[in-house]
C-alpha cells in the first residue's frame, strides 16, 4: 500500500474497493484519505461553491460504500469509477441548489425528475402542447438509456451549450473521450427516439 503522501496505485484502490464491498469502515477511511482531495477537485469544478462540494463528496462516499460490490476491475480503473460516482452526485447537487437558475443542470438524471419540466412555459394551443409533452416524456425515457458518461455530455452539450472543450474540463476527461461520449449518446438516443 502506498504512503499518504504518494500516489495511490490502481491495485491500491481496487484492494480497498474490495475490503468497502465487505462492509470495512477502515477501508473506506483509507480510501478517503487517498482520494478525497482529488475528487473534491472534481466536484468543485462542477459546483464552484466550496459546500456544495463538500456536500457532493460526502454523498459520493456514501454511494462509494453502498455500491463498492459493484465495482469491476475490468471494466474501469477505480478512479476513474469513483470520479463519475462524485460528476453524478455534483450534478445531483447542481439541480437541487439551482433548481431554476439559467445555468442550472435541467435535464433530468434522475428518473424522478420529466423533461417536460424543462420546457418554456408559454401560451401553446393544447394540440401542440400534448406533442411537446410527449416527445418531451419519449426523450425523457431515451437519455435514462445512455450511459451515465454520456447522458451527462449531451446534457451539458445541449442544454448548456457547451462545447466539446468546456465539457472535458467540467468533468476532468479528456477532449477525444467528450467526443466519443456526446457521438455515441446522440447515436443512441437517435435510434431510441426512433423506435418510440
Not at 15 to 28: I, K, N, S
Not at 71 to 78: F, G, K, Q, S, T
Amino acid at each position: 500500500m502506498t504512503s499518504p503522501s504518494s500516489e495511490p496505485t490502481p491495485s491500491d484502490l481496487a484492494a480497498l474497493l474490495a475490503r468497502v464491498a465487505r462492509e470495512d469502515a477502515a477501508a473506506l477511511r483509507a480510501l478517503y484519505d487517498l482520494s478525497a482531495a482529488k475528487l473534491f477537485g472534481v466536484a468543485l469544478r462542477i459546483l464552484v461553491k466550496r459546500e456544495w462540494a463538500e456536500e457532493a463528496l460526502q454523498e459520493s462516499f456514501v454511494n462509494i460504500w453502498r455500491h463498492a460490490g459493484d465495482y469491476r476491475e475490468n471494466l474501469a480503473a477505480p478512479i476513474t469509477w469513483m470520479t463519475a460516482i462524485v460528476r453524478n452526485r455534483a450534478l445531483d447537487c447542481l439541480r437541487r441548489h439551482r433548481p431554476g437558475g439559467a445555468d442550472a443542470l435541467a435535464l433530468p438524471l434522475n428518473s424522478d425528475d420529466t423533461l417536460a419540466d424543462t420546457l418554456a412555459s408559454g401560451e401553446r394551443d393544447p394540440a401542440e402542447a400534448a406533442w411537446l409533452s410527449e416527445a418531451a416524456q419519449r426523450l425523457a425515457i431515451c437519455m435514462e438509456r445512455l450511459d451515465a458518461n454520456q447522458r451527462q455530455a449531451v446534457a451539458l452539450a445541449y442544454l448548456r451549450d457547451q462545447s466539446h472543450r468546456e465539457i472535458a474540463a467540467t468533468l476532468a476527461v479528456p477532449l477525444g473521450t467528450v467526443k466519443s461520449w456526446v457521438r455515441r449518446g446522440l447515436e443512441k438516443l437517435k435510434t431510441c427516439m426512433g423506435g418510440q
